[in-house]
């Protein structure tokens, strides 16, 4: 099934209608791939939940940018619980959003991961703060820790929900993640002069 998510749909739209990421003729054709999507009936929960095939988890465990999502919301070492939370959220973006759901969770994470982060060094007396670049990993964690504390604020009883309705929210720009990003990237920018003074 996530084949089918990742793939790109067609354009029906003018490019201009796109970049909302939201259409009427797109929400149109949503209703008509839904009813044929594979839904199964938890029998823990009894409520129905899309079929996560076991090609569909080895890409869940494969792709880098899904399998560090897919850790970080992982709780008591129930990876399938978070799997499934991912699944749901990216079937979610999709039935709102009628785009590549993956596409928007890779530009959202890189939309709101920062360049560099300031760690504290110690000078004579005083602690200063001296800024340092982050490697790849390093930046989709700090911006999956804030993509998931925003979530957790949101008003969804459902954690997918509120998954993926954050990630829409960083792509409309109207997240406060995005505030986040620019107030680290401003207190890095007030302290650079401090990156001469340490001893490597």
Known sequence: ????????????????????????????????????ATIEVNPRTSQPEP???LGDRQRLRADP???????MIMRDGKKMRAERFVQEALL??????????YRLLSDAIEGVAPLMDTRSARQG???????????????????I???????????????????????QAIINGTSGVLEKKLQLHKSVLANRSNIRTTKR
């Open 145 to 167: 820790v804030w993509l998931l504390e925003s979530a957790a604020r949101r008003n969804e009883r459902q954690m997918h929900l509120r998954l993926s309705g954050e990630i």
């Open 51 to 53: 079929l996560i095939t």
């Open 92 to 101: 979610d973006i999709r039935k709102h959003c009628n785009s590549d759901p």
């Open 1 to 36: 099934m996530l084949r089918s998510l990742f793939a790109r749909p067609p354009v029906h739209a003018p490019a201009a209608a796109l970049r909302t990421y939201v259409t009427k003729q797109q929400a149109e054709i949503t209703k008509s791939v839904l009813r044929s």
């Open 65 to 71: 940018l899904l399998s560090q999502l897919v850790n």
């Open 125 to 143: 007396s005083k602690v200063i703060q001296v800024p340092r670049a982050l490697n790849l990993r390093q930046r989709r964690r700090r911006a």
